[in-house]
Structures are given as C-alpha cells and as structure tokens.
C-alpha cells in the first residue's frame, strides 16, 4: 500500500465484507501535535474477541479463498513506521472502528494519494452504501457524503464521466482551501 | 465552468450534461448487463486494481456498453492480481488475471464486444466470490 487512500480502500473493503450499510471515513491532522489520523468506523457485524486479537496478524484472515490477511498488518506496519499506531475496537454485531495514526510530518508517512477516487470507486462499487467522509484540519473542516451526493444529483449518475470528474474536483478543491497535506 | 467547490456546483454540472445522461434500464436487472467485478482486496489494490477499475468504468461508459463495474473481494489469485470478473448476459462467469490497462482494453474489445475468448483466463471450477 503506497498511500492513505489505498489503505482506506483496503479498510472499507473489510467493512463491505462484514455486510455494512454505513462507513464513516474521517481524516484529522494536526499541524502543533504533528499527528496524522485516520479512523473508519462502520456498521457491519463486528469481530470477538478473539477474532479481534487476530486481526492484526498477517497470517490470520476469515476468508477461505486464501491463507494470509496483510490489509490491517501492512497499515499497521506503515503507521508505525512513521510513529504512529493502530487500534481496532469491536462488537459484534454494532461494528468495527480501526484507527491509525501516522506522524504527520514524518518522512515515512505515505502521501494521501487519491482521497477523491477512493469516494468515488466505493460509491459506484456499492450503490446501497451510506459513505461518509471527513477531513479536519486547523484550517478547518470537509465533509461530504455519498447520500448527499445522490440527493443533489437525483439517483445514481455517478456512471457520467463529467459527474465523476465533478465530485473529483469538488472534493480536491475543498481539500486544497483547509490545506490538506499531500 | 468555474471551480467546483460546492454541491450546488455539481448539480449545475448534471444540469449541463443532462441530455448525455442515460438512465440505466437494466440496472435492477443486472443479469441482463455486463457485469464487471474487479478485485479489490488488499492483494488487488497493491498490484494496481485502482487503475483498473476506472480503466473499466470510462471505457465501457465511452463505448456505450451496458456494464455495471464493480469491485469484489480476493478469488484467491492474489499471484495473478489485478484479476477481473466478467460476465456476459446469459454466459458462465470468466476471470481474467493480470489485468493492467493494455489487458483490459483486450478484453472490452475482443471478449465483451466480440464474444471471443482470450488468452488470460484463469482455469477454475467456479464458485461465486461472496465469501
């Protein structure tokens, strides 16, 4: 994973597959604490407890089409590298919350990459979810969500390339004014 | 066209590209569409599932066929990732492996438009990916 947009992709995906109707995406940073946050919670079924402790571990997955599960390790592996952590918290049946917190300035944190593609891939992918996604700086504070998206359009025109391009610049252009880092 | 900063924004855009919008008939019956799932677990991402995906999604909208692009979890190809999908109206699922851009566009055009079989088909006995 080279950036923060292909891990969130890679998060999301987990909670697709845990069967969720709602992903909240939401990155924070902080310029003074020179901290670089990202929690995606949603409200797919949850883990155990001892599922929970495994999550982590890149030789544990609940798929049976193959033997490793490295999404969660190799996010843990980059934020620490970087001087950060994560942390998974879960129930079965309400949720999972995975936070991981990246040292903003440190010359290991991945770039962002491409935030506004990731929106948008998860929204055609996934016609039924509720996508939410905020970005907090001290500049200020972006949020949008797929509903919001849908509602201003009238239904799913997400397939018309203009409309694609649109909420790309949309989001890339608010991103820019609260000085998102790259 | 000004920047797009706002929702109202975009609805002005939708509005400038109404005509070209065409509402998908076929869309609560996908069975009667192309159905195009791309992999997009970790192993998919890594190896560039990303490219892949919009590749799809700009290609069949430019060519006007009737797909409906999706993403799909791990088929347990993870060597052969980026790996894709395809299922024609009526027809067996098919999945390809390695699917960079040149691939896919080898795809769209010899295997959806013409219906040929192409080299890159991953041999299985299937089983649907809802796992």
Redesign the interface.
């Known amino acids: 994973?080279k950036t923060i947009a292909?891990h969130i992709?890679?998060i999301c995906?987990n909670s697709?597959?845990a069967e969720s109707t709602l992903i909240e995406v939401m990155i924070e940073e902080n310029k003074y604490s020179d901290i670089y946050k990202i929690t995606v919670s949603d409200n797919g079924k949850g883990m155990d407890v001892q599922t929970l402790k495994k999550a982590e571990d890149p030789f544990f997955t609940s798929?049976?089409?193959?033997k490793v599960?490295?999404?969660l390790a190799?996010l843990k592996q980059n934020a620490e590298a970087s001087n950060g952590k994560i942390k998974i918290e879960s129930q079965p049946g309400k949720g999972t919350l995975v936070k991981a917190t990246f040292g903003r300035s440190h010359f290991d944190r991945p770039p962002a990459g491409?935030l506004a593609?990731?929106f948008i891939?998860l929204m055609?992918?996934?016609e039924n979810l509720m996508l939410k996604f905020s970005y907090k700086t001290d500049q200020g504070t972006f949020e949008i969500s797929s509903s919001?998206?849908r509602d201003?359009?009238?239904?799913?025109?997400v397939?018309?390339?203009?409309?694609?391009q649109?909420?790309s610049?949309?989001i890339e252009?608010?991103l820019n004014?609260i000085e998102a880092e790259k | 066209m000004g920047k797009i900063t706002s929702l109202s924004d975009l609805k002005r855009i939708r509005e400038e590209v109404q005509s070209q919008i065409k509402i998908r008939e076929n869309s609560d019956h996908p069975e009667q569409m192309v159905q195009i799932k791309v992999g997009m677990a970790t192993c998919g991402i890594a190896s560039g599932a990303r490219e892949t995906m919009n590749y799809f999604i700009e290609e069949t909208e430019h060519q006007a066929i009737d797909a409906i692009v999706t993403q799909t979890g791990c088929m347990g190809y993870c060597y052969a990732e980026p790996t894709v999908e395809v299922i024609l109206p009526g027809k067996e699922p098919v999945v390809f492996g390695y699917v960079n851009k040149k691939k896919a566009e080898e795809i769209i055009e010899k295997y959806i438009v013409q219906g040929e079989l192409i080299d890159g088909i991953i041999p299985l006995s299937f089983k649907t990916i809802d796992d």
């Open positions: 994973m292909d992709l890679d995906q697709i597959r798929r049976k089409t193959r599960g490295m999404g190799l491409e593609d990731t891939l055609i992918g996934n919001e998206i201003t359009l009238g239904g799913n025109v397939f018309n390339r203009n409309i694609r649109g909420i610049e949309l252009n608010n004014k």
